[in-house]
Nanobody
Framework: QVRLVESGGGLVQAGGTLRLSCAAR???????????WGWYRQAPGQQRELVAS???????VYSDSVKGRFSISRDSRRKAVYLEMNNLKPEDTAVYYC????????WGQGTQVTVSS
């Protein structure tokens, strides 16, 4: 059974940097590689939103709120997806999750990112 495990969150001051990691445990490479992957976030009282996505061909799409500050990448050998977050703002505070962009898997526990002003 596939399990998504996110890590790397924490408390950081505005302007700081974090790198999130997501491991797709139990997923075989032939399933991981063709999938488009994304990072989502959910702030308190708000719906989960997709903030960054990466296709199997390497194309990226970012929401306007994070464009120019966040960078998504993947490691097919490790079956992992990463999110580099720079120049963090208080409004980036949320629980961050990774998942496929379509045909989503069961959600992991997420990783909390808190940005103080």
């Amino acid at each position: 059974q596939v399990r998504l495990v996110e890590s790397g969150g924490g408390l950081v001051q505005a302007g700081g940097t974090l790198r999130l990691s997501c491991a797709a445990r139990g997923m075989i490479t032939s399933v991981f590689n063709p999938a488009d992957w994304g990072w989502y976030r959910q702030a308190p009282g708000q719906q989960r939103e997709l903030v960054a996505s990466l296709t199997s061909r390497g194309n990226t799409v970012y929401s306007d709120s994070v464009k120019g500050r966040f960078s998504i990448s993947r490691d097919s050998r490790r079956k992992a997806v990463y999110l580099e977050m720079n120049n963090l703002k208080p409004e980036d505070t949320a629980v961050y999750y990774c998942n496929k962009v379509s045909n989503t898997l069961d959600w992991g526990q997420g990783t909390q990112v808190t940005v103080s002003s």
